[in-house]
């Protein structure tokens, strides 16, 4: 496929360095394999937190890494295999140090809410990137109707997507990804 122009400068706007208050993750990575799930929204935590709850249960030594959209508030309680996190700007620099320092053998991206620079990096790693639960407001994004050829290079970084309605699937679809993909 042809690398977007539109996202190709977004990248390149990207690459300046992360923000001065923003420092790399502290805390140390556990041992073991990492599902990366990110709660973009609200509606999308108890949901995902099922999930780790599950994974603790059949996949012993396997963990969590929960990270947050704006409206996602942060959990008080999560299960023992949880480590929660912050997300990286929206930057090259800091998206690596992000991937570089957590090392996820899986992600998964809820609703939407999509971070061209965040994901590409993440595309470009060794590990699956899906899409869940994919709503159709959380992918009408404004960028997307400036830079209509930049949502097919973030879309394209998702292996799979789950989307919530057809309509959802049909706006995936709109945005470049490919109908053997969606479910």
């Not at 998206?95 to 470009?124: I, M, Q, V, Y």
């Not at 309605?165 to 109908?179: D, F, I, S, V």
Request: charged share 25%.
């Amino acid at each position: 496929m042809a690398r977007s122009v539109s996202l190709s400068a977004y990248l390149a706007l990207a690459r300046r360095p992360a923000p001065s208050d923003w420092a790399p993750p502290r805390e140390p990575r556990p041992e073991g394999r990492i599902v990366w799930v990110h709660a973009a929204s609200q509606g999308a935590m108890p949901g995902l937190l099922q999930l780790a709850i599950r994974l603790e249960r059949d996949h012993p030594g396997a963990h969590v890494l929960l990270t947050r959209g704006g409206d996602a508030d942060r959990p008080a309680r999560v299960p023992d295999n949880v480590v929660q996190a912050d997300l990286p700007p929206e930057n090259i620099p800091a998206a690596e140090a992000f991937l570089d320092h957590w090392r996820p053998d899986l992600a998964l991206w809820s609703n939407g809410h999509l971070r061209p620079a965040l994901l590409t990096c993440a595309g470009k790693r060794d590990f699956h990137l899906i899409l869940v639960d994919a709503e159709e407001t959380a992918l009408e994004e404004a960028r997307w109707r400036w830079l209509p050829d930049m949502s097919r290079g973030v879309i394209d970084q998702f292996h799979l997507a789950f989307a919530r309605t057809a309509n959802a699937a049909r706006r995936l679809t709109r945005l470049g990804m490919a109908p053997e993909r969606i479910d």
